[in-house]
């Protein structure tokens, strides 16, 4: 494969001996080169989530199958629905009692409320049969001046809980990355 | 397996400007010290000192440190191909997210010649705008690399102008959550102004002065939480014209916790000063705190 780069590179130099703009060719190969070498992660990646799939961890993978009449998968159904998510904020509480640097933000909090409009939250951001109908995330949070590292500690514990959970890996980001756009209306206010 | 990049003892030779960034960082070290960042995303030292990959300087700045926040980290990393070995210890100062100042030295060995080139890098970033994760906006910095070539007779036989130049570059860089099947994708651009040859270290400019942008970049997928695999591509000119070529790598990097990283790759280096198919490996280690 490098021989057959290097190879490439030489072809390219005496194409572009012949042209003027040199650099940007090569940065056009470059790129083609990084495009082409990413096929190997990218298969990689398949091949592992292809095992995921198949893998034991059937507690996200089985509920939707009994109630999906519906068309395509939601997130909230590949998570495993209500059942997953109910176990995940459990978790998630329970990480946040035992966190020194997180649980004087929730001190005020009840537990109960929180329990269950996070659980309302998450169903709705996966696309579940939920709407969420607590306060905006601003008006949660304003007042709390919540810094960047205490907030990462949260994402933190949100990971923690979704592995003592069993949501797979490619699942956990595709949840973060629902709940990422919502950052702004919950640190420095 | 691993070989152990040996301890640089020329980084006792910290310049001024260095020692000033110490003493400030011990003022501040009763603000937070590091660790606020998500696992792996500030990535690791390139081997010219600056937050990044192995190879090309990132839009992150170095270590876990976020807005209220300070970090050190340090690196060590040698990279092996066939006639040439580099050695390379670097120290990073991270200030609040914002700022990052560096210093990496460098032991070139030339081993066809039997010859030893060194050459110290000081460095500045400053991060301008975004969150490599959060923002919508790519996360960008702005970056400066002061190289000072002290073994330069090589580099003046072969047509340099100078032993010392400043680089700039400005990155931009993004982690795209879930975006490949689920799994993490981070890209990162940058665009740097140059006349090194060879980095640096065989001098600045030359007979085919062709300074210029040169582009870099890199791709990589976080196959769970601890590791990441990519590739990396870095253009450079060709200012000697001794057919010097872009350099290639492909890296597998592990992020045990907040405080090592271990990075392997395998580097294709091209053509150094005329000598063919400088392919081999490449391996760092980086504290943080």
């Known amino acids: ?189 | 397996m691993l070989i152990l990049p040996h301890i640089n003892p020329r980084l006792s030779q910290l310049k001024p400007l260095l020692v000033l960034s110490c003493l400030w960082f011990l003022l501040l070290s009763n603000q937070s010290l590091a660790g606020g960042k998500i696992l792996g995303t500030p990535g690791i030292a390139q081997f010219e000192g600056a937050g990044g990959g192995g190879l090309v300087p990132w839009a992150q700045l170095a270590g876990y440190a976020t807005a209220d926040e300070v970090g050190v980290s340090g690196a060590c990393s040698h990279a092996d191909v066939r006639d040439f070995r580099l050695n390379t210890c670097a120290l990073q100062l991270n200030f609040f997210d914002r700022l990052e100042l560096s210093y990496a030295s460098h032991d070139f060995d030339v081993l066809p010649l039997d010859l030893l080139l060194e050459q110290n890098i000081a460095g500045v970033k400053v991060r301008l705008f975004g969150d490599v994760v959060y923002s919508t906006m790519p996360q960008v910095s702005l970056g400066v690399q002061h190289k000072t070539l002290q073994t330069d007779a090589v580099a003046f036989a072969l047509g340099a102008e100078d032993n010392s130049g400043t680089d700039v570059y400005l990155a931009a860089s993004k982690l795209h959550l879930g975006a490949v099947f689920g799994y993490n994708l981070l890209w990162n651009v940058t665009g740097r102004y140059t006349e090194a040859n060879e980095a640096g270290l065989l001098g600045f400019g030359g007979p085919q002065h062709s300074a210029a942008v040169q582009w870099e970049g890199s791709l990589a997928v976080l196959l769970n939480k601890h590791i990441a695999v990519g590739v990396e591509y870095r253009q450079k000119p060709d200012n000697l014209g001794l057919d010097e070529h872009d350099w290639h790598d492909v890296f597998i990097a592990w992020f045990p916790n907040k405080h090592i990283s271990v990075t392997a790759a395998y580097i294709d280096l091209g053509t150094i000063a005329q000598v063919q198919d400088q392919t081999g490996w490449y391996v760092s280690l980086m504290g943080y705190y």
Not at chain 1, 154 to 172: F, G, R
Request: overall charge neutral.
């Open chain 1, 1 to 189: 494969m490098v021989i057959h780069a290097e190879l490439l590179i030489k072809l390219q130099r005496n194409l572009q001996d012949a042209v003027v703009s040199a650099n940007f060719s090569r940065a056009a190969y470059g790129l083609w080169w990084l495009v082409r070498q990413s096929l190997l992660p990218i298969l990689l990646v398949v091949s592992l989530s292809g095992c995921a799939t198949m893998s034991p961890v059937a507690p996200s993978e089985l509920p939707h199958k009994i109630d999906s009449g519906q068309q395509a998968d939601t997130l909230y159904q590949r998570l495993g629905g209500r059942v997953v998510l109910e176990q995940l904020v459990d978790n998630f509480v329970k990480g946040i009692a035992a966190d020194k640097q997180v649980l004087p933000y929730f001190a005020k909090s009840n537990v109960t409320r929180f329990r269950l409009m996070f659980i309302e939250h998450l169903c709705e951001v996966s696309d579940g049969p939920c709407r969420y109908q607590g306060d905006s995330m601003r008006d949660i949070h304003t007042g709390m001046h919540i810094n960047e590292a205490d907030f990462n500690r949260v994402v933190e514990l949100l990971v923690i809980a979704m592995e003592q959970t069993k949501i797979s890996y490619p699942l956990q980001n595709q949840l973060l990355a629902r709940l990422a756009p919502l950052r702004n209306g919950i640190i420095g206010i």
